[in-house]
């Protein structure tokens, strides 16, 4: 029987006996009765300490949740934080490939042009090798 059932009899037992009680059996009637008190007031400071171990656990949970709580906010805090700064990394990621791309874009043309102006002096040279000194 849970703690305050047990109190709750000892409660209504102690009435009973108290108004039932006869003359001739007032004896034993008040041995069970002060025994019935003693069982009372021990159900009932079983009753307050756990009552007491209630509100103890109650308060670590709170405290608990607001330690979560916390931890929560700030690994919130830190993955925005992570998160702006893999943004800012990926943005300069972009710049330096597409600056790259432009580099590499700008350094074809440049070869296709020195390729042109090779080609040119090779045939010129050619040129020059076939009529000069009566070569040919």
């Known amino acids: 029987m849970p703690l ?13 006996l108290t108004a039932c009680g006869s003359d001739a059996s007032s004896g034993r009637g008040d041995a069970a009765l002060a025994e019935a008190r003693a069982e009372t007031v021990a159900a009932i400071d079983e009753v307050r300490a756990l009552a007491r171990r209630v509100d103890e656990l109650e308060s670590e949970r709170v405290t608990q949740e607001r330690s979560r709580q916390r931890m929560a906010a700030r690994f919130k805090a830190r993955i925005g934080d992570l998160a702006g700064r893999v943004g ?39 040129y020059h090798l076939r009529n000069s000194n009566g070569g040919g």
């Open 4 to 16: 305050t059932s047990r109190a709750i009899a000892l409660v209504v037992s102690l009435a009973v």
């Open 88 to 126: 800012e990394a990926l943005a300069s990621v972009r710049e330096s490939t597409d600056s790259a791309a432009a580099s590499a874009d700008s350094a074809v043309a440049q070869i296709g042009s020195i390729a042109r102006d090779l080609s040119v002096l090779e045939e010129r040279f050619d």
